[in-house]
């Protein structure tokens, strides 16, 4: 009996089954068989128990950073290889596989931190993302910040103006946004990642067809701006952390800022000036082509919430879908 030699054999093995070329990793604490094969130093706690999946620019950060006081609860710890996100489910990162994801948690940092968690906003509309998370953290429970997708595109092309991106600062927001498929690849990228996140029913679809809805958990990004305590109260209650942490004693409103900030010894903390930008409101025209862009897929959010019991119908939602002249 011959065998070809292993490169071939596995060549021709990924000719026969392409989908497995692609790796998925599983979560080795689901199989005691696993576990007792595992390094003695490798903990199922180095893992995350909630993520914050965006979509970008709904209040992420704010959110994080808000979860971050709370006693129980730590982010991922820096890195600087990933900067501010570690972003494992959507990009390259994932093929670097599960101890570097786990060097992220140590479980021993702290012992009053027993909920990890991490945020990548650029989770919530990658294709790959619920399926991969699904299979390493099952039981994990997710949030997402939902705003009118319109303001969202807004401030993403904001974002990426103030970031000195060459195609932001030669087309204005209207020219990208209505930009063909004629247009150049550079100008369509900007557009798309302006208007594809924003699609929020399509994506959330997604993630419901591998999580059951009570582990997904829809925050109103409107009302994290003007009433983050009462969001962090029902967050709490959500995630069922204990000791509940009293928010008033935490965040306060900053007129400068014009947006909450943390109290810190008395005064306020607030996040840094990328974060509650001042820019010209958008035009218009711009806001009626994406209320007329997005009424199909603002539709089929509301038939989404309906459909699953999901009470909240925000006031953009309602305002998005009713300004249609
Ligand atoms: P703008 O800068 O366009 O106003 P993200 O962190 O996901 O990138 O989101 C950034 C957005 O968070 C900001 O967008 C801002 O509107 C919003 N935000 C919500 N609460 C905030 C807070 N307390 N401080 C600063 N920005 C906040």
């Not at 319109?150 to 932001?168: E, F, G, I, M």
């Not at 004693?249 to 509650?276: A, I, W, Y």
Request: proline letters at 6%; aromatic letters at 12%; glycine letters at 4%.
């Amino acid at each position: 009996l011959t065998s070809a030699p292993p490169l071939q054999l596995a060549e021709n093995y990924f000719k026969l089954y392409p989908r497995e070329s692609d790796p998925i990793w599983g979560n080795p604490c689901d199989d005691v068989r696993h576990q007792k094969i595992w390094s003695k130093n490798k903990s199922c706690d180095s893992l995350p128990k909630f993520l914050v999946i965006g979509p970008q620019k709904t209040g992420t950060t704010a959110l994080s950073t808000f979860l971050s006081l709370h006693p129980s609860i730590a982010s991922n710890v820096p890195s600087p290889t990933t900067f501010e996100e570690i972003q494992f489910f959507n990009a390259q990162n994932y093929l670097r596989g599960l101890d570097w994801y786990m060097s992220f948690f140590p479980s021993d940092t702290n012992s009053l931190t027993r909920y990890f968690f991490e945020k990548s906003a650029t989770y919530f509309d990658g294709e790959l993302v619920p399926r991969r998370v699904h299979a390493l953290l099952p039981y994990a429970k997710l949030i997402t910040i939902l705003i009118s997708p319109a303001k969202r595109a807004y401030s993403w092309y904001q974002h990426t103006k103030a970031h000195r991106d060459n195609v932001a600062n030669n087309f204005s927001f209207h020219q990208v946004i209505t930009a063909s498929d004629a247009a150049t690849k550079d100008l369509r990228d900007l557009r798309n990642r302006c208007l594809n996140p924003g699609k929020y029913a399509q994506h959330l679809e997604r993630w419901m067809s591998y999580f059951p809805q009570a582990s997904i958990h829809i925050i109103d990004g409107d009302q994290l701006k003007s009433n983050p305590i009462e969001v962090m109260n029902e967050l709490q209650k959500f995630l069922k952390i204990t000791p509940f942490l009293n928010y008033t004693e935490h965040l306060r409103f900053d007129k400068r800022k014009g947006f909450f900030c943390q109290v810190k010894e008395g005064s306020t903390k607030c996040l840094g000036r990328n974060k509650g930008r001042q820019y010209p409101p958008m035009e218009e025209r711009s806001l009626k082509y994406l209320q007329r862009y997005y009424l199909s897929h603002n539709t089929a959010l509301v038939k989404l919430f309906n459909k699953n019991g999901i009470r909240l119908i925000p006031k953009w939602l309602k305002e998005d879908l009713s300004d249609q002249n």
